[in-house]
């Protein structure tokens, strides 16, 4: 077990409450600067909301993260916190600019100037990368994002990168393709389809509706991602990986995964918007609206994560069709 100290920005959200459980487990002092009344829901999920071994700290601006990194001088620095939906991105493309890219700056400044021997993770996101990829795509492969949030995550993977090779910090990125769990928020998904599959095999109502449930992502498990960030911390040099798990599934998929994980049977007619998940009453469970299409639904961004398997660390250690069940069983048995 270990002494060291973690700050981790971002404590609250999916990421970052599986990562301070995990680093409890580890021995870990965790430090964790929150707005004022931050929402600990998912660290009570997780029964670590009152831990000894976690030091909340109120910040109200971003300069008061100096103090912080001055006076705790943290072994490792995780910083998970961001703006995180892409299609939300377009809506305020400043201000998503200023939390994902001029934050981090900010932290690598204070890293620099008052904890140098820190080791700093950024959470960089597969949304950097060209969209038009007919493989899967490694660290070295282009980056063009093309829209606001990837923008800002570009602009900070880089200056991760700057600190690193020109200011000597032991600093890395993290480019995370998706990556889900039971406390990811309803705005996603696989959050909204293993929802409403718990609820229509248990309580009926109305069908669950979708957009293009062709659309595939790399998808994987945060639980066993958030480990992933703390085995590239612990490597002799400081890098940057892919944490993905190199398959695509689509949305379809999921869906199918879900029911099956309730022994619940759909079949499926139609094509395209007039797709519809009929179960074996005939009754529609499933259904397509046009509304929830979104642009670059066929951008199948896979990642190959051939670099973080050489640290020794398998990243896919819950397959697909596990952890779809683990979340629906989850939401099935949260229903009255």
Same mark, same amino acid.
């Given at each position: 077990?270990?002494?060291?100290?973690?700050?981790?920005?971002?404590?609250? !959200?999916?990421?970052?409450?599986?990562?301070?459980?995990?680093?409890?487990?580890?021995? #870990?002092?965790?430090?964790?600067?929150?707005?004022?009344?931050?929402?600990?829901?998912?660290?009570?999920?997780?029964?670590?909301?009152?831990?000894?071994?976690?030091?909340?700290?109120?910040?109200?601006?971003?300069?008061?993260?100096?103090?912080?990194?001055?006076? #705790?001088?943290?072994?490792?620095?995780?910083?998970?916190?961001?703006?995180?939906?892409? !299609?939300?991105?377009?809506?305020?493309?400043?201000?998503?600019?200023?939390?994902?890219?001029?934050?981090?700056?900010?932290?690598?400044?204070?890293?620099?100037?008052?904890?140098?021997?820190?080791?700093?993770?950024?959470?960089?996101?597969?949304?950097?990368?060209?969209?038009?990829?007919?493989?899967?795509?490694?660290?070295?492969?282009?980056?063009?994002?093309?829209?606001?949030?990837?923008?800002?995550?570009?602009?900070?993977?880089?200056?991760?990168?700057?600190?690193?090779?020109?200011?000597?910090?032991?600093?890395?990125?993290?480019?995370?393709?998706?990556?889900?769990?039971?406390?990811?928020?309803?705005?996603?998904?696989?959050?909204?389809?293993?929802?409403?599959?718990?609820?229509?095999?248990?309580?009926?109502?109305?069908?669950?509706?979708?957009?293009?449930?062709?659309?595939?992502?790399?998808?994987?498990?945060?639980?066993?991602?958030?480990?992933?960030?703390?085995?590239?911390?612990?490597?002799?040099?400081?890098?940057?990986?892919?944490?993905?798990?190199?398959?695509?599934?689509?949305?379809?998929?999921?869906?199918?995964?879900?029911?099956?994980?309730?022994?619940?049977?759909?079949?499926?007619?139609?094509?395209?918007?007039?797709?519809?998940?009929?179960?074996?009453?005939?009754?529609?469970?499933?259904?397509?609206?046009?509304?929830?299409?979104?642009?670059?639904?066929?951008?199948?961004?896979?990642?190959?994560?051939?670099?973080?398997?050489?640290?020794?660390?398998?990243?896919?250690?819950?397959?697909?069709?596990?952890?779809?069940?683990?979340?629906?069983?989850?939401?099935?048995?949260?229903?009255?």
């Amino acid at each position: 077990m270990t002494t060291k100290t973690a700050l981790i920005t971002g404590i609250t !959200g999916q990421d970052g409450s599986l990562l301070a459980h995990y680093l409890i487990s580890q021995g #870990y002092k965790i430090i964790a600067p929150t707005r004022k009344n931050p929402d600990k829901s998912n660290l009570k999920k997780l029964a670590v909301e009152n831990s000894e071994q976690i030091t909340f700290l109120t910040y109200k601006k971003w300069s008061d993260f100096e103090e912080i990194i001055s006076h #705790y001088k943290p072994s490792e620095i995780y910083h998970l916190a961001a703006m995180s939906h892409v !299609g939300q991105s377009h809506e305020n493309p400043a201000l998503v600019f200023d939390v994902n890219c001029i934050w981090t700056l900010a932290l690598l400044k204070f890293t620099q100037e008052h904890s140098p021997h820190s080791k700093f993770f950024f959470a960089s996101s597969c949304e950097i990368y060209r969209n038009d990829f007919d493989r899967a795509v490694t660290e070295g492969d282009e980056k063009r994002p093309n829209n606001p949030y990837g923008i800002s995550k570009l602009s900070a993977h880089q200056m991760v990168d700057y600190y690193r090779d020109v200011k000597g910090l032991f600093a890395c990125n993290g480019i995370l393709f998706n990556h889900e769990s039971e406390l990811r928020h309803p705005s996603f998904v696989s959050k909204k389809i293993c929802v409403n599959v718990a609820r229509l095999v248990k309580n009926g109502g109305e069908p669950l509706t979708l957009g293009n449930i062709e659309a595939k992502k790399d998808w994987g498990y945060a639980p066993d991602y958030v480990k992933i960030f703390h085995t590239i911390l612990q490597q002799p040099q400081s890098q940057n990986y892919n944490i993905s798990t190199n398959k695509l599934h689509s949305v379809k998929d999921m869906v199918n995964a879900a029911f099956s994980a309730l022994n619940y049977k759909i079949s499926w007619q139609g094509t395209g918007i007039n797709t519809q998940g009929i179960n074996s009453d005939g009754l529609v469970v499933v259904s397509i609206n046009e509304k929830y299409f979104r642009p670059l639904d066929n951008r199948f961004l896979c990642g190959d994560n051939t670099k973080i398997q050489t640290v020794g660390q398998n990243i896919n250690q819950v397959p697909f069709h596990q952890w779809v069940k683990s979340m629906t069983l989850y939401e099935y048995n949260s229903l009255i």
